[in-house]
């Protein structure tokens, strides 16, 4: 039942422009900015770069900005390196082992919702589309500093203590590490790297 309401919560936040933006605004301020830095960071120049679900908000600089909702990536300037695609990561328009690096941050399916990231078929993709060698980066989860706001994660939408054991058993064909960025704030971002095997 929770799960299902925040799968609907987030999915119809995340088709309108303007309740992303006060949302975030309001509930993270500038943080979620260092958030998308340290993963877009793990992310090397000069590489043919996937970000997959940016929302209005793309964490890298150059490559493909994809999502699947067209009302968010209207709000997307693309700089000169940069182009914008409206496509599931199901079904991804790109052609087999033609990235080097593809990156998301906060893909939905993480934790108390629904989405890409838990879902076998996406891992599966993932693999077509990746070169040998090649790299995701996902930013999944935000361990909160502050009391109040571990209070109301936990409570909400709590990391799932079977996250890494289900993630392995999904992302077939890679190597899974952890890793942790911790802000000036002293919150702890859990970036998940998965390389292709
Ligand atoms: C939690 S938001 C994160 C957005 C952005 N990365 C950010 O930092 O603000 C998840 C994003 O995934 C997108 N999404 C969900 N399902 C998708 C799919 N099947 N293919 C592509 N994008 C998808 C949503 O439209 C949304 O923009």
Redesign the pocket.
């Known amino acids: 039942m929770r799960r299902k309401f925040l799968t609907w919560l987030?999915a119809f936040g995340?088709k309108h422009p303007l309740f992303?933006k006060t949302g975030?605004n309001f509930l993270f301020g500038g943080k979620?900015n260092r958030w998308?830095e340290a993963a877009a960071a793990r992310i090397p120049q000069g590489k043919r770069t996937l970000e997959?679900?940016?929302?209005?908000?793309p964490?890298i600089d150059h490559g493909i900005l994809?999502?699947?909702?067209l009302p968010?990536l209207r709000n997307i300037r693309p700089g000169k390196d940069q182009q914008v695609m409206c496509?599931?990561?199901?079904t991804l328009p790109v052609l087999d082992g033609s990235i080097d690096c593809a990156v998301?941050?906060?893909?939905?399916g993480v934790a108390a919702d629904e989405?890409?990231f838990g879902d076998q078929a996406f891992w599966k993709e993932l693999y077509r589309v990746l070169a040998k060698d090649g790299v995701y980066v996902a930013a999944v989860y935000v361990e909160y500093r502050q009391r109040f706001w571990k209070f109301l994660a936990q409570l909400i939408d709590p990391f799932p203590k079977e996250f890494w054991g289900k993630t392995k058993a999904l992302a077939s064909g890679f190597i899974l590490t952890e890793e942790l960025y911790v802000d000036p704030f002293g919150n702890r971002l859990i970036i998940v790297e998965a390389k292709k095997q």
Do not use: H, T
Not at 52 to 57: D, E, I, R, S, T
Not at 87 to 90: E, L, N, Y
Not at 104 to 108: I, K, L
């Open positions: 987030f995340y992303v975030q979620i998308r997959m679900g940016c929302g209005m908000f964490a994809l999502d699947v909702s968010l496509a599931s990561v199901f998301s941050v906060f893909p939905p989405g890409f």
